[in-house]
């Protein structure tokens, strides 16, 4: 009889799976409906830890240091995260700015203040106070945290802007790409073994 604490469940399909010893780089696909259900990580705590350490500071350049500073003319002008978001909340789309305030800035910092929580009293070896509610919080921000689709959109606009004007691409463009990285690593699906070494 499988230890029902342990089963791990298809969030396609739902269907019911033990979980399996995987070695580097493998992963469980579902029978049913081939939705990846596990992967190996082969990340230690206090490696993770350090991650999202590194992460959360890459969070702190990506929203004070600018994205792009354009240059026309002999006039120049730079626009940060915080930036856009109060562009776009000036009209008719307010909540739109709210959303991607959401996206791309609270959602990440909540993540990654989260993960720091946990994390930092795993490395004590204690479980953290309020573990079950930071887990569900985890995954519940882990669709909200969209990062990536940020930088997608900075490098377009980079790319299209470059042949009206002068574009350099500031320090907060790099560090969001370090950011979306490695939010994807330490803070992706792969969240979820930490309810079984924890």
């Known amino acids: 009889m499988a230890d029902t604490d342990r089963l791990i469940i298809c969030e396609h399909c739902d269907a019911v799976y033990e ?5 580097a780089h493998q992963k469980a696909s579902c029978v049913r409906c081939h ?12 490696q993770r830890l350090a991650l999202s350490v590194t992460a959360a500071v890459l969070w702190a350049f990506a929203n004070i240091y600018p ?6 003319q002999g006039l ?14 000036q ?20 993540q990654l203040a989260l993960l720091i929580w946990v994390l930092g009293h795993a490395y004590l070896q204690q479980r953290a106070p309020g573990f079950n509610l930071c887990m569900r919080s985890l995954e519940t921000l882990r669709p909200w945290s969209m ?3 940020c930088l ?10 470059a042949g009206l004007l002068d574009v350099l691409p500031g320090i907060g463009l790099f560090a969001l790409a370090a950011l ?8 992706g699906r792969d969240v979820r073994d930490l309810w079984d070494s924890l």
């Not at 979980?19 to 070695?23: H, R």
């Not at 939705?35 to 206090?46: D, F, K, M, S, W």
């Not at 709210?98 to 959602?107: G, H, P, Q, S, Y």
């Not at 997608?152 to 802007?161: F, N, S």
């Open 19 to 23: 979980p399996a010893m995987l070695a």
């Open 35 to 46: 939705a990846v259900i596990q992967r190996h990580n082969g990340l230690t705590i206090e």
């Open 67 to 72: 994205i792009m500073s354009i240059r026309l």
């Open 76 to 89: 120049s002008n730079s626009a940060t995260l915080w930036d856009s978001i109060v562009a776009l909340s």
């Open 91 to 110: 009209g008719p789309i307010t909540f739109i700015a709210l959303v991607t305030a959401v996206a791309i800035i609270i959602a990440p910092a909540f």
């Open 147 to 149: 990062l990536e689709v």
């Open 152 to 161: 997608l959109g900075a490098l377009v606009a980079v790319i299209k802007l």
């Open 180 to 187: 979306s990285l490695l939010m994807i690593r330490i803070a």
